[in-house]
């Protein structure tokens, strides 16, 4: 049993499960028959899922099952090819990747993209970018209004850092911190804008197990400080298993399981394609 304890998944109408504490909030990203394809190759193919306003979702799946392609489709990296993407309820048809940020979408990457030679506090001070500042012409002059928005920026910053223990690193270089520092600034500079869902691209990726373990609580404390809704990409069985509520299995571009962690590691076809897979890889 994990002691990162998850709420009961309960059934919509539309046979999604979100977590019991969700039922009478609106889901903040329902995926219809989501789909795109690459010269006629199908990398996404009708997809289906819905996530719960608070929920700590898992999307998993084989070495190019298509799951950062997901991940670019609800950024706008991508336009789908077919199908909807409701986020809080919202179309976002026809919207960029800074309108989808600014309507509540942040994401990760698998490798990591931080500004390297700017602080880690001006890293996050880029995040904030969604909040109104200042004009242009208070920042030239230095009106009061623009160390006003400044001092207000900075209280921010080292608020968000404070999460993860770093407010003593605001001002380091961000490509000076150890990989597993970087990691949580990015998550940090994410945050940063608002977002009411926030995508981790392998979160852990190259984290020891105590980094690891870290995280997850990490992970579980965003969601509850901020009451957000969080959808991981993640190789880490154990990680994923640990917090997530619902997982979302992917095979060559379509969904071939969902459900709670104990559905999935008990279904015959995700063992087959997935986890069993990467059994066979520790035995060879």
Known sequence: ???????????????????????????????????????????????????GKTEIAGLIGPNGAGKT??????????????????????????????????????????????F??????????????????????????????????EKAAHERALELLSLFDMQDMADYKAGSLPYGAQRRLEIVRALATDPRLLLLDEPAAGMNPAETEELMENIVKIRDTFHIAVLLIEHDMNLVMGICEGICVLNFGKIIAKGTPEEIQANPAVIEAYLGNKKEDKDA
């Open 69 to 114: 392609t997901v991940f670019n489709l609800l950024t706008k990296v991508y336009t789908p090819t077919t199908g909807t993407i409701l986020l809080n309820g919202v179309d976002t048809s026809g919207k960029n990747t800074v309108q989808i940020n600014k309507m509540g979408i942040a994401r990760t990457f698998q490798n990591i993209r931080l």
């Open 116 to 149: 390297s030679s700017l602080s880690v506090e001006d890293n996050v001070k880029i995040g904030l970018h969604n909040h109104e500042r200042y004009s242009t012409a208070s920042g030239i002059l230095r009106l009061p209004s623009y160390w006003k928005k």
């Open 1 to 51: 049993m994990s002691k990162h304890q998850k709420d009961k998944m309960v059934p919509l109408p539309s046979d999604a499960i979100i977590p019991e504490r969700d039922i009478d909030s609106m889901p903040v990203l329902e995926c219809r028959h989501l789909g795109i394809e690459f010269g006629g190759l199908k990398a996404v193919d009708d997809l289906n899922f819905t996530i």
